[in-house]
C-alpha cells in the first residue's frame, strides 16, 4: 500500500464528475488500498478517488469512531443512493481537501446505497448518522461537488481564499 497525495481545493479535478469503473482489475483493488492507507493515515473517515487525482466512480470510508472497536472498512465502486430518508441531520463537515475547515451541512438523516464491491457482487446497505453522512460526502465528490458548495457564497469565498493561501504556503515550504 502507498500513500497517496491528497489535492487540496481549489483544484480543478475535484469539480469535474468522475466516470464509471467498467470493472474491478487489479489496479482498482491497488487505488483502494491505496486510499484506504491514505484515508487512514490523514486521518479521515472517507476519501473519494477523485481527491487522490483518479477521475473514477470509486470512494472508501470507515466511520468507526470508537477506538476499541476494529476497523470497519468500506470499499464503493459505481456507488448510487437508492433512497433517501425524508428526516434531515446537520453535522459539521471537514474534508481532507479543505484541510481545518468546517461547516454545518444539513442532508438526509439516512441513505440507502447500492454499489459494486471489491468482491465484483452489487452490495446494497441502509446508513444513519455519520454514515450517511460520509456516504452523501463522498457521493458528493464523484458527482465534482463539494461541501462548502451547500454554503453561502460568502463563506464559501472565504474559505476558498484560505484554501489558495494555504495552497502558496505548501508551495513556498
Request: charged share 30%; hydrophobic share 40%; glycine share 6%.
Given at each position: 500500500m502507498t500513500l497517496r497525495s491528497i489535492i487540496l481545493h481549489p483544484d480543478p479535478r475535484l469539480k469535474k464528475p468522475c466516470e464509471p469503473v467498467a470493472r474491478i482489475t487489479p489496479e482498482i483493488e491497488t487505488l483502494a488500498a491505496d486510499m484506504l492507507a491514505t484515508m487512514?493515515?490523514?486521518?479521515?473517515?472517507?476519501?473519494?478517488?477523485?481527491?487522490?487525482?483518479?477521475?473514477?466512480?470509486?470512494?472508501?470510508?470507515?466511520?468507526?469512531k470508537d477506538p476499541e472497536a476494529p476497523r470497519n472498512p468500506i470499499v464503493m465502486v459505481n456507488p448510487e443512493i437508492t433512497w433517501r430518508?425524508?428526516?434531515?441531520?446537520?453535522?459539521?463537515?471537514?474534508?481532507?481537501s479543505i484541510p481545518?475547515?468546517?461547516?454545518?451541512?444539513?442532508?438526509?438523516?439516512?441513505?440507502?446505497?447500492?454499489?459494486?464491491?471489491?468482491?465484483?457482487?452489487?452490495?446494497?446497505?441502509?446508513?444513519?448518522?455519520?454514515w450517511a453522512t460520509c456516504a452523501?460526502?463522498?457521493i458528493d465528490h464523484l458527482d465534482g461537488?463539494?461541501?462548502?458548495?451547500?454554503l453561502g457564497p460568502i463563506k464559501r469565498q472565504m474559505i476558498t481564499r484560505k484554501m489558495v493561501k494555504l495552497k502558496r504556503e505548501r508551495a513556498r515550504a
Amino acid at each position: 500500500m502507498t500513500l497517496r497525495s491528497i489535492i487540496l481545493h481549489p483544484d480543478p479535478r475535484l469539480k469535474k464528475p468522475c466516470e464509471p469503473v467498467a470493472r474491478i482489475t487489479p489496479e482498482i483493488e491497488t487505488l483502494a488500498a491505496d486510499m484506504l492507507a491514505t484515508m487512514y493515515d490523514a486521518p479521515g473517515v472517507g476519501l473519494a478517488a477523485p481527491q487522490v487525482g483518479v477521475l473514477s466512480r470509486l470512494y472508501v470510508m470507515d466511520c468507526e469512531k470508537d477506538p476499541e472497536a476494529p476497523r470497519n472498512p468500506i470499499v464503493m465502486v459505481n456507488p448510487e443512493i437508492t433512497w433517501r430518508s425524508e428526516a434531515l441531520n446537520t453535522y459539521e463537515e471537514g474534508c481532507l481537501s479543505i484541510p481545518e475547515q468546517y461547516a454545518d451541512v444539513t442532508r438526509p438523516a439516512g441513505v440507502k446505497v447500492r454499489w459494486l464491491g471489491l468482491d465484483g457482487k452489487t452490495h446494497e446497505r441502509d446508513f444513519e448518522g455519520l454514515w450517511a453522512t460520509c456516504a452523501q460526502h463522498e457521493i458528493d465528490h464523484l458527482d465534482g461537488k463539494l461541501f462548502i458548495d451547500y454554503l453561502g457564497p460568502i463563506k464559501r469565498q472565504m474559505i476558498t481564499r484560505k484554501m489558495v493561501k494555504l495552497k502558496r504556503e505548501r508551495a513556498r515550504a
